[in-house]
């Protein structure tokens, strides 16, 4: 059946506009027909722990011997969970990915689920040519409280999309899908308010995008 992995990182769980525009994706595809299914996993609200030890970023034969400081349970514990979570990304046929920005960069909720799947060797290439996710679909939902127009001051301030685009794109071979919406704080800051417009309209073609995303990956057909 086709499967969906949704991930929510925002920690607003009321007026979240990226929790809104991959609700809305996600319940495109479950529109598609009872056979498109879901798995969500709330980063915010279920939030995973940072790695027991550093050598759970390699798979047990590039280890060092004798280079683990955790105990054998902490260790055994980690490998567990992060089996079950790159065996949740690689069951699904497609990558639903809400990442607000936060200070610049992704939430830490969602930074400790990269770090559990990012796996040199196992999901991404090292010592050999391994992408098990090449070509699989991720559709990144971004939302900003500002804008980085390319030629604004802030260009280039957003350390978020690039960061994903590089580790789920680059890195583990996904062909990566990015939908944003900006000024998200016209609605609250006054000093914003003059692009309340521009905030508001962004949000419905953002909504748009994301329902015909999931009309299009629904329907098999990769091509954005």
Avoid: C
Avoid at 78 to 90: H, M, N, S
Avoid at 123 to 133: M, N, S
Wanted: glycine fraction near 6%; charge should be negative.
């Amino acid at each position: 059946m086709p499967h969906l992995l949704h991930l929510d990182s925002a920690a607003a769980q009321r007026n979240s506009r990226s929790r809104e525009i991959t609700a809305t994706f996600a319940d495109t595809w479950r529109g598609s027909g009872p056979q498109y299914t879901v798995t969500h996993r709330d980063l915010y609200r279920d939030p995973l722990p940072h790695l027991a030890d550093a050598v759970l970023h390699w798979p047990p034969r590039l280890r060092p011997d004798g280079a683990a400081v955790a105990s054998p349970d902490a260790l055994a514990a980690d490998e567990a969970l992060q089996d079950e979570l790159i065996g949740e990304l690689l069951a699904a046929d497609v990558l639903l990915v809400g990442a607000p920005l936060y200070n610049y960069s992704v939430p830490s909720s969602l930074k400790a689920w990269i770090d559990h799947i990012h796996v040199p060797g196992r999901t991404a290439p090292f010592d050999t040519p391994t992408q098990p996710l090449a070509g699989r679909p991720a559709v990144v939902v971004s939302s900003r409280g500002a804008s980085y127009d390319p030629g604004s001051p802030t260009e280039g301030w957003d350390h978020a999309v690039p960061v994903l685009q590089l580790i789920l794109g680059t890195s583990l071979g996904m062909a990566v899908e990015v939908i944003t919406t900006s000024l998200t704080l016209a609605e609250t800051v006054p000093a914003l308010a003059p692009e309340l417009g521009r905030s508001r309209a962004e949000l419905a073609a953002a909504h748009e995008a994301a329902a015909a995303a999931a009309r299009r990956l629904a329907a098999g057909d990769p091509a954005s």
